[in-house]
């Protein structure tokens, strides 16, 4: 069956600009999770979805992030401002309730 | 806060060899945790999970064994292979919540 999807697998912007990443879980999954991984390094979370909610948004680095789940599928993960310090891979999981989490191929960011 | 860490960071074996690979994590309570393997530029694959009830878990060459009360996990990888290369990930899931911390990974190297 289908995996997790991410798109795009790579973005480049400009410092300053707003981004967009998509991720699309597998199908049936209700939990959904961001986590970012900096080279070198294992990945960080970021958010977590139950359904349509956010139920633990606490590793956000700042207000400049932000995510949406609206229909309880597919999540949007919004950055604002970007900065060169955003450059990253954004990864997507997903899993039925506290079970295994399966990943998304990731989208690496560069922020010029 | 939950820490996790991996030794050793690289490792690198002639093919054939039995090794092992590392996995701490300073607050026992664990619902489960997760063996990763991530290849260059790719995202996560899920290797093993061992529910915090369970003492080990295998598949194929591979045996990974969690003693919860030290705060330790082992990957045994056995009869390596120069296809084994990659950087292995250990994650643990939180009872109080959902996001998997991880560790920094071991970058594995399988000389032929």
């Known amino acids: 069956g289908a995996g997790v999807s991410q798109t795009p697998s790579n973005k480049v912007t400009e410092k300053g600009k707003y981004v967009e990443l998509r991720c699309d879980p597998i199908?049936?999954?209700?939990?959904l999770y961001w986590y970012r991984q900096s080279l070198g390094q294992g990945p960080e979370f970021l958010i977590y979805?139950?359904?349509?909610?956010?139920?633990?948004d606490s590793g956000l680095p700042n207000d400049r992030f932000f995510a949406v789940r609206p229909e309880g599928s597919v999540s949007t993960l919004k950055i604002q401002r970007t900065e060169r310090g955003d450059s990253a891979v954004y990864l997507c999981a997903s899993s039925v309730t506290s079970g295994e989490q399966f990943f998304g191929p990731g989208t690496r960011l560069t922020v010029l | 806060k939950q820490e996790v860490t991996q030794i050793p960071a690289a490792l690198s074996v002639p093919e054939g060899e039995n090794l092992v690979l590392n996995c701490s994590f300073t607050?026992?309570?664990?619902?489960?945790l997760q063996w990763f393997r991530q290849d260059p530029g790719k995202g996560l694959t899920s290797l093993l999970l061992?529910?915090?009830?369970?003492r080990e878990q295998t598949s194929g060459r591979l045996n990974a064994s969690l003693d919860k009360s030290s705060g330790r996990s082992t990957l045994y990888i056995a009869a390596s292979q120069p296809g084994d290369s990659a950087t292995y990930l250990c994650?643990?899931?939180?009872?109080?919540?959902?996001?998997?911390?991880f560790g920094g990974g071991t970058r594995l190297m399988v000389k032929p």
């Open positions: 979805f139950q359904g349509t909610g956010a139920a633990d």
């Open positions: 607050d026992s309570a664990i619902y489960n």
């Open positions: 994650a643990v899931l939180h009872n109080a919540g959902n996001m998997l911390t």
């Open positions: 199908s049936g999954h209700t939990a």
């Open positions: 061992i529910q915090s009830s369970q």
